[in-house]
């Protein structure tokens, strides 16, 4: 039987947050990215459409902000010409089987099956973000989420996607 661990716990029930970019926005394809964590068994508790201020999308990527695409990364995703979907799925290890189903940051270099390498050719125009370590995910989802927008719940078949190993 399902225990439930607490969210955010390393190695056991974790939180990661998970942005469709503003270009995956304007192609359509919110549908695709949900139903890829969704069909593995991960479950949504938080989602918005939200076009992010500069300050916010500074403080996400601070950690790129020497970097020469720094900038032109920012307008992207502060334009507006389509709002970021952010969002914070849960399950089990979610924070590293996220970044498998994301695939490598530069689309011509991720695999077929992935989501970029199935829907992207610039490493500029990626479609997704997702977070890349619990202590990104704990920075990440406090960033973008309010404690009262992140949903505590459970699928009631919880029982037939997890086992104890
Ligand atoms: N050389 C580059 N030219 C333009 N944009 C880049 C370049 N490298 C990275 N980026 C942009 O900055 C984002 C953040 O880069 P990072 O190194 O954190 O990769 P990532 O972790 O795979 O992506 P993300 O943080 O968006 O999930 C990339 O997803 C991409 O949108
Ligand atoms: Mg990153």
């Known amino acids: 039987m399902f225990r439930r661990a607490a969210a955010g716990v390393r190695g056991g029930v974790e939180r990661t947050f998970i942005a469709l970019k503003p270009d995956g926005t304007q192609r359509g394809l919110l549908g695709d990215v949900i139903k890829r964590f969704e069909q593995k068994g991960y ?77 992207c050719i610039s490493v500029g125009r990626n479609i997704i973000h997702g977070s890349d370590s619990f202590e990104s995910a704990e920075k990440e989802i406090s960033l973008w989420f309010g404690k009262s927008e992140v949903y505590d719940w459970q699928y009631g078949n919880a029982e037939w996607l997890y086992a104890d190993n």
């Open 43 to 119: 479950k949504l508790v938080a989602i918005k459409a939200i076009v992010p201020s500069r300050a916010l999308a500074e403080k996400h990527y601070e950690d790129l902000k020497t970097r020469p695409f720094f900038k032109g990364l920012v307008s992207y995703m502060t334009s507006g010409a389509a709002p970021v979907i952010a969002m914070v799925w849960e399950g089990k290890d979610v924070i590293r089987q996220g970044r498998r189903l994301i695939g490598a940051t530069n689309p011509l270099e991720a695999q077929p099956g992935t989501i970029r390498g199935d829907y």
